[in-house]
């Protein structure tokens, strides 16, 4: 499995704690899935790997690029 890293380069592991800017708002929520090849993508219903899968704040089941995510469920407390 190739290796899932934050916006600052932190290792993303299953069950950690991430969140993202998103719309003005911010989606945070426990990792459930990593997603690293197309044919894992087709499977969960996601485009263009890899991506991160996580339960956000309502419940949601959201795709993210590992990039754009930071550890912690505030994304506007960047350290």
């Known amino acids: 499995m190739s290796s899932f890293t934050d916006k600052?380069?932190?290792e993303i592991?299953?069950?950690d704690t991430v969140?993202?800017?998103a719309r003005g708002g911010k989606h945070a929520g426990e990792v459930i899935d990593l997603v690293s090849t197309k044919g894992e993508a087709e499977e969960r219903g996601v485009k263009i790997p890899p991506k991160v899968i996580l339960r956000d704040q309502h419940g949601h089941e959201k795709a993210h690029n590992p990039g754009t995510l930071?550890?912690?469920d505030?994304?506007?407390k960047e350290e």
Request: hydrophobic content about 20%; glycine content about 20%.
């Open 74 to 76: 505030d994304p506007r």
């Open 8 to 10: 600052h380069g932190q």
């Open 13 to 15: 592991d299953m069950g």
């Open 70 to 72: 930071i550890h912690g």
């Open 19 to 21: 969140s993202a800017k």
